[in-house]
């Protein structure tokens, strides 16, 4: 396991107590904490380097825009990138995927056509598909899910005998932890001549990832759910898939002419990136990157499994308590309920001991009618959690099970 | 682990009262005869409530609710129903406003005694994001009563 004490060193944030507690930050999920290191970077380039990019002619708008370049450069190296070119900045994982959605889906979905998505997608990869299926009469075809919180394979097979001309699903599920099988999905959705669009919001922080030997077609990230600041992101494609689309967001930046009634637009990826860009994002998520790569992706995907292991047996312990989503490898995300005990109040009684966890449906609504829950508690770890985060989660669990009679006070 | 008993705000928070009216709703159900039907929900933690009810002659003959949410909102919802029945609507509304002066900490409301049991969820007031939960039923109510009635 990784020394969760000496990085939380390096996260400020992490020093402040709650309700006059330690605060255990378990919400990783929706959002992880920053170190120094990417605090720093970005104060840094306000103080040094500052310039909007792609614009002046003097050096110091030339050193901006090469610290926004070397940044796209550095996130195609950390996910294996086609090249340089296929890394359009976003705000984040949403925007990539209203992206495809709004360039490459408009242009290539038509009446009848069909999509899949999956039961254990986000909000983000269900509604920009809806809305592109409902604009162009398309169907949307919804993969279900197995009783231990997987894709369901054989379902999956069967929608994709639909033909579909998009299939998207998450890499690893914000609701369940669950490590979907993205190379075997691809190959199988490439086999009937599908486009993949992988959601890896919940992956990238976590796993070791290569899109490359993935070999799906679009990737989208966020930056702020792996150490880097919020509105940072990314959609990660290949490149000859991006030349061909048309763009999403008119504006400055995207075009090469403009004339009174038409413009040429710009090459990639700048052709998808309308306006001022969000240059203090891009340089975070790099520092973010150098930070996790100095510890190894490898290694954090082992310390939150060995944690994910602990919470699961620990809570599973405690009467009353169901735990969701697979057992054996997945990612650090821990989703349970505990008796009748809704996850709101549970949220509420763990905060009084400055514990943060997440209680609601976690953007997954479909799922969450699946599981024949209205909502589920969920505990996230990252780097800095260790196995006392664990057990302050189970001890104050315990409590909340008093509270409302579940266990002698 | 940490075993010390829990907060006092807590306790006073998750009273007796309040998990024997989420445990055991009073009246929950669809009603026939409705004369006003609203659905609420809170999208940021899920919490729903279908609210019915049967006014004649100005005042509340019966109401009912369907409700899935945390033990406040469904113990407020189940606390609300008790209190309604023959008031006058004027005076149901006022007793809205009696709640969300109660919510906002207004120490003579918790202590009104036209609140009855839900005089137990003062202690939400100290729980600020916990309020629209208490509020939830209310604010169904006060919808049901924007048009005429
Ligand atoms: C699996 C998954 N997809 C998409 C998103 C949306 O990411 P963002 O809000 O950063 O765009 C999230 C996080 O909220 C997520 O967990």
Redesign the pocket.
């Known amino acids: 396991m990784l020394d969760a004490a000496r990085l939380r060193a390096d996260f400020p944030l992490l020093e402040r107590q709650e309700h006059g507690r330690r605060l255990v930050y378990l919400d990783n999920?929706?959002t992880t904490q920053k170190p120094d290191a990417v605090l720093h970077a970005i104060a840094d380039y306000y103080r040094t380097t500052n310039a909007n990019v792609h614009r002046g002619a003097y050096s110091l708008a030339i050193r901006a825009t090469e610290a926004y370049e070397a940044a796209r450069a550095k996130l195609a190296g950390f996910v294996n990138a086609w090249t340089p070119e296929g890394v359009v900045f976003t705000r984040?994982?949403?925007?990539a995927i209203n992206l495809v959605a709004g360039s490459y889906g408009r242009a290539h979905v038509g009446r009848g056509d069909a999509i899949v998505v999956t039961a254990m997608d986000?909000h983000?990869?269900l509604v920009p598909w809806q809305i592109l299926c409902q604009e162009k009469g398309a169907t949307l075809r919804m993969v279900e899910i197995t009783e231990d919180g997987r894709i369901d394979l054989s379902d999956f097979g069967t929608a994709l005998e639909g033909r579909p001309k998009i299939v998207a699903f998450?890499y690893v599920s914000?609701a369940l932890g669950t490590v979907n099988p993205a190379a075997q999905l691809t190959r199988l959705a490439h086999a009937v001549g599908a486009v993949v669009v992988v959601?890896g919001?919940?992956a990238t922080p976590h796993l070791k990832v290569d899109v490359r030997a993935l070999d799906c077609d679009f990737y989208a990230l966020?930056g702020?759910?792996m150490l880097a600041p919020m509105g940072s992101?990314a959609l990660i494609a290949k490149p000859e898939l991006l030349e061909a689309m048309p763009p999403y967001h008119g504006g400055g930046e995207m075009i090469s002419r403009v004339f009174d009634d038409h413009s040429t637009y710009n090459k990639i990826p700048h052709k998808f990136e309308a306006g001022t860009p969000n240059v203090e994002g891009a340089v975070g998520l790099a520092a973010a990157i150098d930070y996790l790569g100095a510890i190894g992706l490898e290694r954090v995907a082992e310390h939150e499994q060995a944690l994910a292991q602990a919470a699961i047996d620990q809570l599973t312990q405690i009467d009353g308590v169901t735990v969701y989503g697979p057992r054996g490898h997945r990612a650090g995300v821990v989703s349970f309920t505990y008796g009748d005990i809704h996850p709101h109040d549970i949220a509420t009684i763990l905060d009084q001991d400055g514990v943060c966890i997440r209680a609601g449906h976690h953007?997954t609504q479909p799922l969450m009618r699946r599981l024949n829950v209205p909502a589920t508690a969920r505990a996230s770890f990252y780097i800095y959690n260790d196995l006392d985060d664990v057990a302050a989660l189970a001890g104050s669990l315990v409590k909340a099970g008093a509270l409302f009679g579940y266990v002698p006070a | 682990m940490d075993t010390s008993p829990p907060e006092p705000r807590l306790s006073a928070l998750y009273q007796e009262l309040i998990l024997d009216h989420y445990r055991r709703p009073r009246n929950k159900g669809t009603l026939d005869g409705a004369t006003h039907s609203v659905s609420l929900n809170n999208p940021l933690c899920g919490d729903e409530i279908d609210l019915q009810l049967q006014v004649e002659g100005g005042a509340i003959k019966a109401v009912r609710f369907v409700g899935r949410g945390c033990s406040i909102s469904q113990a407020s919802a189940s606390m609300m129903t008790q209190l309604l029945k023959e008031k006058a609507v004027p005076q149901a509304l006022a007793l809205a406003e009696r709640m969300s002066a109660m919510m906002q900490g207004d120490e003579t409301a918790a202590g009104d005694k036209s609140l009855g049991d839900l005089r137990a969820l003062a202690g939400v007031s100290k729980f600020p994001i916990r309020i629209k939960c208490a509020l939830l039923p209310w604010n169904a109510l006060t919808d049901a009563f924007k048009g005429q009635w």
């Open positions: 999920a929706a984040g994982t949403t925007e986000h983000s990869n998450p914000n959601d919001a919940q966020s702020h759910k992101g953007c």
